[in-house]
């Protein structure tokens, strides 16, 4: 066995159970005398329910119940809550409206559950679900930011007047508005960031079950955050008592934040196992994911930056709207907000910030964190409002950015948006990725492509995020209502072997891997010796979960803690057996050894010495060798680092292909090298596939027009260009790993580079910016429509 | 989906006879478009007659003047067949192109034809070529066979058997592929052959495939891309979607076709 410590680009050891078929994903969880429930959904973007006929479905043959809104709520229950509340500017709470589990009395998007049928078979209940008939009074619906805000629009909650969740801001108006006042010149962009369907290649899914004997419930669900998930279900919608609900994430095939939020199918089969007393599974068809889970992004923006005579930045002034759907999933009003305003200074020395985030409720499926949250969102504006500062100030935009980069010496850096950095090199990572795509060599490569009729361009993004979320108090003073620690356990069985119990969720990460990894390093002990267990409130200890890129530097520093509690009792118990003072007891290469002697105990024989404890300091210490660790993060961490996309575009049909990408972040000391260049590949598709291909489209009704695979189109691997990903590393300074993170970086610094490229190809054609996704048919458009001009020329 | 009686018959007489008894009753061929339709819970047919145990229903040859493929062969197949790729390459290379490879090794050249999907490679092909649709009754021509979108002059009980092609001198055939589906956007099969010069646009147009007149002139007089330059594509009956508007539609059809004929030397 080679190295396998931290640094190792260890193979995957989940792999083989997932590419084999072995997982065991909440389909393949079969409960005996298992019913199946099938959503009836709202075909509706808005319209009121006048009536529901359910009795010929009551009827059918293997049909157990029917149930609609008006029985949930006769047993009193609860709504979805949200998990984080906004304060408007004058202070007062954002707007909360209900968000019934099963729709009551009016539906707000395509998609709304209104009614659940559960039969023995699925298709029994897909039969039975054809014959409940709803009438619906159909209402004028606001599918989008525009249709919601025009006068007189029509209410998706009455109550909440104008659409406004709520009316934000942050950072000092009067300082930007001074520096507005003396800049010698003003880069100004306005743009959207293009609503997304995120697609986990595992629909969501959820099985409840009750034991009549005991009362209690367990749900096996597709969950990033099982804890989360029995708490909020738990203590808001079903009122069922923590210690009488048990709540299973298995193998969970893909996440993207998507399945972070506490859904109602969740809510819908866990109160219907207790109705029925009979398990109850429902698995999302594709179609009914495209209009059920949470979708990301969905702003409009208004940016200006104003510019001293060398281009240095002087003040930085956002007017963004965001989409929060038809109701407020369980974080939404974060993502626009502390998830977004607050990277606003970026990679640079802006002394002034200010922006205005308005967030409006509309006809369309919740829209939540998807990969990056918010941090995508304000690096593409960020990015590329720098390059047309660059274009309006005549500049490189290499040199732009490396006027304005908050220096190397500057740190622990404070922002004008409530941010402090804890370390970084801005100049490393750009230095190496210029290298990297050989930036210097581009004009002979366009020259060259064009020969070949083709425009090639070059696009360049320098960005930073902000994950690892975060202080408990910090997030609880913005409005989070819940915590934000992690916890490890970590039990040395009798033998020495060690099993530890993370808080976090593994639903592709490859934490299995990367955790054994770091506790095989911490222990000296092999990796196969190290199981890690995760995903069962009933194993673990309360434990938040894993998204914004925090499982390592939050989770991971967690089980750091458990292990020098480990260590320390170790070194109690080895002082005893070698008959030695426990100061000096050095724990190295799995021995605890009295230092300058040759005198040593292996942990196998001080686990075994304290789980038989014969000869024991049974006075002093407890028996066994398990501890607990529960890590609130200091600060939040700063991944960050610099993408260069190449793109070439067809001018005769506008087809435009990536044809080279480097990255090269900044992620914090790497576990293992092999994850973290696959979670910045993945990355930096999801990214490519939202600057070039992914949109969602409503139609003024408000109904889904991108609503399956043949109409949304996500990044295939032709698609993609071979990524070439490359790091240059600060330790982050406020964890005891000095990790960062890797999840989300690829998402968040790409777009900006993708697009950047697109409108550098394209820059004889009188264009500065190009909103996303970059299709072929928006830049033939472009293309045709300049040809003239050009031709004239 | 719903529930449906299952046939296997081995022979077309029998599928015939099945189906004649049964106006709800439908064929399968590889299923690719009929099994998802009914996942979906679009169609409800009474019946399903599999015509995958006929096996007189697969296979190529190919005689003197033409290609004959039966109508359970799949695009695989097809693809890979040395004879269609000698004698008609451009066909053999469209069929490797259709959908991903699981699709091709289902879908059938009968299918795609009787199923006459406007954004469907196959009808590119049978039109371009003059291709002869054979039945179990009868012989209907190219021209006569794609009467508008998802629809064909078949009668209720009547199968595709077959589809012989004439070996043309010169053809090609080039897509746009939808970025989401893949099928095709656009696609221009253009040929030169015992039928003239034939241009055949799938994908594009509201009714399904189309011969573009306009096209076929111009390359009749002078085969070469050039030929094409000045020759527009109308927008009046074409597709206009999220992905693509009728103008960008019209667009692609001339470029399309110019790279066709570039193709097909
Ligand atoms: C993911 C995916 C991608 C695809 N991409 C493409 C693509 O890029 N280009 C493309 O051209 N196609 C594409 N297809 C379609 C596919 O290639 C098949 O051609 C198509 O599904 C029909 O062929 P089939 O044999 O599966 O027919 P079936 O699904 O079995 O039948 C289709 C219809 O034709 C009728 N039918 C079948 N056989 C006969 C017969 N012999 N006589 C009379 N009627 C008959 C059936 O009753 C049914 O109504 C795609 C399909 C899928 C699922």
């Not at chain 1, 998990?83 to 707000?108: F, I, T």
């Not at chain 1, 975060?470 to 997030?475: E, K, L, R």
């Not at chain 2, 009753?25 to 145990?53: C, E, H, N």
């Amino acid at each position: 066995m080679g190295f396998e410590g931290i640094g190792a680009a260890v193979r995957r050891r989940e792999d083989l159970r997932f590419i084999s078929g072995r997982g065991n994903y909440t389909d393949d969880i079969n409960r005996p005398g298992q019913l199946h429930a099938v959503i009836i959904r709202s075909p509706h973007a808005h319209a009121r329910i006048k009536g529901i006929d359910a009795a010929a479905a009551k009827a059918a043959p293997g049909v157990v119940a029917v149930f609609v809104g008006e029985d949930m709520a006769a047993d009193n229950l609860g709504g979805l809550p949200c998990g984080w509340q906004v304060k408007n500017k004058d202070g007062s709470p954002m707007a909360e409206p209900p968000h019934p589990v099963l729709a009551v009395g009016k539906v707000r998007h395509v998609g709304d559950p209104v009614a659940v049928v559960i039969a023995e078979t699925k298709g029994a209940a897909r039969d039975a679900a054809e014959l409940v008939s709803v009438d619906y009074e159909v209402l004028p619906a606001v599918p989008t930011l525009e249709a919601a805000q025009k006068p007189g629009a029509p209410l998706v909650h009455d109550g909440v007047a104008g659409n406004i969740c709520y009316d934000w801001h942050l950072g000092d108006k009067d300082a930007v508005d001074a520096a507005f006042a003396k800049a010698h010149k003003v880069g100004r962009l306005e743009l959207v960031n293009n609503r997304l369907i995120p697609n986990a290649m595992e629909p969501r899914a959820a099985v409840g079950e009750f034991d009549p004997a005991s009362g209690d419930y367990t749900l096996y669900t597709t969950s990033q955050n099982p804890h989360v998930i029995r708490l909020l279900m738990g203590a808001f919608v079903l009122h069922i008592p923590e210690h009488k609900l048990r709540v299973v994430a298995p193998d969970v095939g893909g996440g993207f934040g998507s399945k972070i939020y506490h859904y109602a199918e969740e809510a819908i089969v866990t109160w219907a196992a207790g109705k029925v007393k009979r398990p109850v599974k429902w698995t999302a068809e594709r179609t009914e994911s495209f209009m059920s889970d949470a979708h990301g992004r969905d702003h409009v923006t208004v940016a200006e930056m104003a510019m001293d005579k060398d281009g240095r930045f002087l003040g930085l002034r956002v007017r963004t709207q965001a989409n929060m759907g038809a109701y407020l999933s369980t974080f939404a009003p974060c993502v626009p907000t502390y998830l977004y305003a607050t990277l606003l200074a970026g990679v640079y020395t802006t002394p002034a910030i200010y922006a205005e985030v308005k967030a409006v409720f509309t006809n369309s499926v919740p829209v939540d964190a998807y990969r990056g949250a918010g941090r995508p969102e304000a690096s593409f504006l960020l990015e590329r409002l720098v390059d047309i500062c660059a274009l309006e100030m005549g500049l490189d935009r290499v040199e732009i950015r490396r006027r304005n980069f908050i220096p190397s010496s500057a740190f622990p850096y404070q922002t004008p948006v409530a941010l402090q950095y804890d370390s970084g090199d801005y100049t490393a990572t750009l230095e190496a990725c210029l290298k990297a795509a050989d930036w210097a060599g581009f004009e002979a490569r366009r020259a060259e492509a064009k020969k070949r009729g083709k425009l090639r361009g070059i696009g360049i993004s320098t960005y930073i995020e902000a994950c690892g979320i975060a202080p408990s108090a910090v997030v609880g003073s913005l409005g989070a209502r819940a915590g934000l620690y992690e916890v490890a356990n970590i039990r040395v069985n009798p033998t020495g072997s060690i099993t530890v119990f993370t808080g976090t969720h593994s639903h592709g990460q490859g934490h299995e891997t990367t955790f054994a990894q770091l506790i095989a390093d911490q222990f000296g002990v092999p990796m196969s010796q190290v199981e890690i267990v995760h995903g069962d409130t009933a194993k673990i200890p309360f434990g938040m979960g894993t998204y914004g890129s925090r499982s390592l530097a939050v989770g991971g520093s967690a089980m750091v803690k458990a292990a020098e509690k480990i260590i320390a009792k170790g070194k109690r118990i080895a002082a005893h057996l070698l008959e030695a003072s426990a100061d000096d007891i050095e724990f190295k290469d799995g021995k605890f050894q009295v230092a300058g002697t040759d005198r040593a105990k292996a942990l196998a024989e001080v686990s075994l010495a304290a789980y038989v404890p014969h000869n024991y300091p049974i006075e002093e210490l407890e028996p066994g060798l398990e501890e607990t660790a529960f890590y609130d993060p200091k600060n939040f961490t700063y991944p960050g680092g610099c993408h260069i996309c190449e793109v070439e575009i067809d001018p005769d049909t506008g087809v435009v292909q990536v044809v080279n990408f480097c990255a090269v972040d900044d992620v914090g000391r790497v576990i293992n090298p092999m994850i973290v260049e696959g979670q910045i590949q993945g990355g930096v598709a999801q990214g490519i596939g939202q600057a070039l291909l992914e949109t969602c489209v409503y139609d003024e009704n408000g109904q889904l027009l991108s609503g399956s695979m043949m109409d949304y189109t996500l990044p295939r691997a032709d698609d993609l260009p071979n990524i070439k990903v490359g790091t240059a590393i600060t330790l982050c300074t406020h964890n005891p790993l000095g990790v960062k993170g890797c999840g989300e970086v690829g998402a968040i610094g790409s777009p900006p580079a993708v697009i950047g490229a697109v409108v550098d190809a394209l820059k004889d054609y009188g264009v500065r910016h190009i909103d996303m996704p970059a299709t072929p048919h928006k830049l033939w458009r472009i293309i045709n429509a300049n040809r003239p001009r050009m031709a004239a020329e | 989906m719903y529930d449906f009686a299952y046939h296997r018959p081995s022979s077309v007489a029998d599928a015939v006879k099945l189906l004649a008894s049964d106006p709800d009753a439908k064929v399968m061929s590889g299923g690719m478009t009929l099994i998802p339709t009914l996942k979906q819970r679009l169609a409800r047919p009474s019946a399903i007659i599999d015509l995958s145990g006929i096996r007189d229903l697969v296979g190529i040859s190919v005689s003197a003047g033409a290609v004959t493929i039966k109508a359970m062969t799949t695009h695989a197949a097809v693809a890979a067949s040395a004879e269609v790729k000698k004698a008609i390459p451009a066909l053999a290379a469209m069929a490797e192109h259709i959908g991903d490879a699981q699709v091709r090794n289902r879908g059938t050249i009968g299918g795609s034809i009787a199923n006459h999907d406007p954004a469907a490679d196959y009808p590119g092909a049978v039109l371009a070529l003059g291709a002869t649709v054979h039945t179990n009754t009868r012989k209907i021509a190219a021209d006569d066979f794609f009467t508008g979108m998802f629809s064909t002059a078949l009668a209720p009980d009547e199968l595709v058997t077959a589809v012989e092609f004439p070996i043309p001198e010169k053809a090609a055939y080039v897509k746009f592929p939808n970025p989401a589906s893949r099928y095709a956007m656009v696609g221009v099969f253009v040929a030169k052959g015992p039928a003239g010069v034939r241009v055949a646009v799938t994908g594009a147009g509201a009714n399904g495939v189309f011969r573009h007149t306009a096209m076929e002139e111009a390359l009749a007089k002078n085969w070469s891309p050039d030929a094409l330059h000045d020759v527009g594509t109308a927008e009046e009956g074409l597709n206009g979607d999220i992905h693509a508007s009728k103008e960008y539609r019209a667009h692609l059809v001339g470029v399309m076709a110019k790279r066709a004929v570039a193709k097909a030397g």
